[in-house]
């Protein structure tokens, strides 16, 4: 059985390193997967059965990381990974590497006015020496590790890249101590002090600010986490206790007052309320509940007081299970970015490669002393560096998937949103989907029996304990004053109805196919049938097994579901986008068509099973679409699995919700519209953050290599991309919000 675990890893910095990171940790034996993440400096493994730990913590060691096992801790906690704060050592070198570096490109402001003035190359090896040495020391602890390990990052390029220039510098000075003091000195303008020291600074410079927009991108993740309350009232043993959330046990009464934070999923056995779901749903207004209705907790309840039964409790909460999906999803690749990877384990070889051949090309061809190849080699090693690349797609997941969560929709993993971006078709399933789910009884008929009341107690043996709608609608509907019949076995047959033995007398309740297959005649509710069918009910029978072995229609019932309001509207906005609207169902084909044509659906289908369902999504897969299945039972979880994207409503099933690549927190199908909208708008951003790092470097690469550039604008313009990158991500907050 395989597991999770979660490692925190320094020293990663780039695309390089992410890679390099997942390659030492998927070679180590039990290893499934592995997928590092630049933004909190962690790294979540998958193993097959019993993986010593301490050989991934090697295997890491071996390519120059520090790792940790992150222990498994209060799901209260703040968010794993390291933290982010703006006085950090990164901080306080470009602090110290913008002091000295200022006087250094600060001389270079007389030259426009024809002002030769220069600081002495001594005070200027003085002021470059410190930032080189102690700010650039984390670049040459990377390079040493690259060196070490066989590997290549963005400190490569930053070590290599301002040694050059600082190296070349030095040199040029031990050509003449006359006039390391000089104010005037010529020689001072051969320097490159300038272009080392500026580099490294902008680097800091750059850092500082990636981690503060990390810091922005993982709020939506530190708000999901801030809403779990610390405390519960619970009455134990008929005595109120103040008690952690976590330590809430399944047998406790817990104790909601009016303004409290609702601390643990549960059903209310006592008392109503408004609860005000914001935080979790997106859903502005409070939601009225009563006894036997269900709370997540972090909502916050109105006036009433509540008397809770747990449900779910500690990481098995809903509210947990969603922080848990946002820090996946973040975490995965999708296809896109696993391109992406390959690219960048050739990338710094690659730039390594170019910038000698700009050397040698100057040096040989371009009339030039070694100076200016040196530097211009410098401009290209600066310029190339691959931050953006590594930055792109996970900044993008970890907002898009951190504010989808806030509007009620939970993505598992990163995949998921580039199949949602690429949807063609989306199936519904009718009941609970697109309909209420809360089907009434309409109409009854009793072909055999005057006296009801036999059937009835029959049928409520049958159904009292099913959690399908249909059987739900028609225990309801019984008065109470009938007493279920005790059988001996009941069956379940999926998608069909039930069977069940009472007394060596077999009984089946179930669909008219159900109906059809056990040899059952309905010829003589034909009227009942004709009417019924007119008003678009669905219909459930019951018959027994009489001496002769005849199967036998005892009696019948009509439901009818009420259409959600929202339903048409998500039609209508699906079929604008372009998305072909499907609806299949196991429920009769004239009831499913009625729905349909309500609904301006053209493709239904009805008296399907569980793998019907399946096998018109493989149809619809030979046709070259791409499918994104909604449903809510668990009949329907064969055909979540089988789509593109399998998509369970709020309150589904468990094995409906399991299934599913993704869910809604609620039983609203216009939040499949949005799904799909926010899977196109954050695969988008993926993608233009993509484009614009890998333009960047298509456009920098040749104007460093051609000498119109130098390492000091390379500098910069390398910390603006990372920064560019993380305020366009960040822009998916407001870019979500604005779906309607």
């Known amino acids: 059985m395989s ?7 320094k020293g990663m910095s780039c695309a390089g390193c ?73 901080m306080r070198l470009f602090l110290l590497a913008l002091l000295l570096t200022f006087p250094l490109v600060g001389q270079m402001a ?301 993505v598992k993993n990163a995949d998921v949103i580039e199949k949602l971006s690429k949807a063609t078709t989306v199936v519904f399933d009718k009941t609970g989907t697109l309909t209420e789910g809360r089907p009434e009884v309409i109409a009854t008929t009793y072909p055999v029996d005057k006296d009801n009341a036999e059937t009835l107690s029959v049928v409520l043996g049958l159904t009292k304990d099913s959690a399908h709608p249909l059987s739900k609608a028609i225990v309801e509907y019984i008065d109470d004053e009938i007493k279920p019949k005790e059988f001996e076995e009941i069956t379940a047959v999926l998608g069909l109805g039930l069977s069940g033995v009472l007394s060596g007398t077999t009984y089946l309740l179930g669909s008219e196919r159900y109906m059809q297959q056990a040899g059952v005649a309905l010829d003589r509710c034909y009227d009942f049938i004709e009417d019924n069918n007119a008003r678009g009910a669905s219909m459930v029978w019951v018959a027994r097994k009489e001496v002769d072995d005849v199967m036998t229609v005892i009696g019948g019932f009509a439901l009818q579901d009420k259409i959600k309001s929202e339903s048409l509207k998500t039609v209508q906005a699906l079929k604008y986008k372009g998305i072909s609207v499907v609806m299949l169902s196991g429920d009769q084909q004239l009831a499913a068509q009625k729905v349909a044509e309500k609904l301006s659906i053209e493709k239904v289908e009805g008296n399907l099973l569980p793998e019907d369902k399946l096998a018109y999504l493989k149809k619809l897969h030979q046709q070259n679409e791409v499918v994104v299945m909604v449903g809510d039972g668990i009949n329907d979880a064969p055909a979540l699995a089988g789509a593109d994207v399998g998509l369970a409503m709020g309150d589904g099933s468990d094995v409906a919700i399991n299934t599913a690549d993704a869910s809604l927190i609620q039983s609203n199908p216009y939040l499949v519209y949005k799904t799909i909208r926010a899977g196109q708008i954050i695969h988008n951003k993926i993608a233009h953050n993509l484009i614009g790092a890998f333009v960047y470097n298509v456009i920098g690469l040749p104007l460093a290599a051609s000498g119109l550039l130098s390492p000091l604008l390379a500098g910069l313009a390398m910390a603006l991309s990372s920064v560019t990158v993380m305020v366009s991500s960040l822009s998916l907050y407001s870019s979500l919000k604005r779906i309607d």
């Open 110 to 410: 007389f030259l426009p006015f024809g002002i030769n003035f220069s600081i002495p190359p001594l005070i200027q090896f003085l002021l470059a020496l410190p930032v080189q040495i102690f700010a650039g020391a984390r670049f040459y602890k990377g390079i040493w590790q690259a060196v070490r390990y066989g590997q290549s990052n963005m400190d490569t390029l930053v070590a290599i890249g301002t040694s050059a220039a600082f190296g070349l510098s030095v040199f040029i000075m031990l050509g003449d101590y006359s006039e390391w003091m000089s104010w005037s000195s010529h020689l001072a303008h051969k320097l490159y002090f300038e272009a080392s020291a500026a580099v490294i600074t902008l680097v800091l410079l750059g850092k500082v600010l990636e981690e503060k927009a990390k810091g922005k991108t993982n709020k939506a993740l530190d708000a999901l986490i801030r809403l779990q309350p610390l405390n519960a009232t619970v009455l134990r043993d008929e005595e109120q206790l103040t008690v952690p959330a976590v330590k809430v046990l399944a047998n406790d009464i817990v104790i909601v007052r009016p303004g409290d934070v609702v601390p643990v999923d549960g059903k209310i056995r006592k008392g109503t309320s408004q609860i005000d779901e914001a935080m979790i749903t997106g859903e502005a207004m409070p939601v009225a509940k009563n006894i036997g209705d269900s709370v997540i907790g972090g909502t916050v309840n109105g006036e009433g007081v509540l008397h809770l039964v747990p449900t779910t409790l500690g990481t098995s909460s809903r509210l947990s299970q969603i922080i848990e999906q946002v820090k996946t999803a973040r975490s995965t690749k999708p296809r896109i970015q696993k391109l992406v990877d390959k690219v960048s384990a050739v990338f710094v070889p690659g730039v390594l490669l170019l910038s000698l051949l700009t050397f040698l090309g100057w040096w040989t061809f371009g009339d030039v002393g070694i100076e200016i190849a040196i530097i211009n080699a410098v401009t290209v090693l600066v310029i190339a560096c691959p931050c953006a690349l590594g930055l792109a797609t996970p900044t993008a997941i970890m907002v898009g998937s951190g504010q989808a969560a806030r509007m009620g929709i939970l």
């Open 18 to 90: 992410v890679r390099s990171v997942e390659k030492a940790l998927t070679a180590v034996e039990g290893v499934i997967s592995a997928s590092p993440d630049l933004m909190s400096n962690t790294a979540t493994v998958t193993l097959a059965g019993n993986v010593d730990q301490n050989l991934l913590l090697k295997s890491l060691a071996d390519k120059g990381y520090q790792a940790s096992l992150v222990p498994e801790v209060n799901p209260y906690n703040e968010v794993g990974g390291e933290a982010i704060d703006p006085e950090t050592s990164d």
């Open 3 to 9: 597991k999770s675990i979660e490692l925190t890893v």
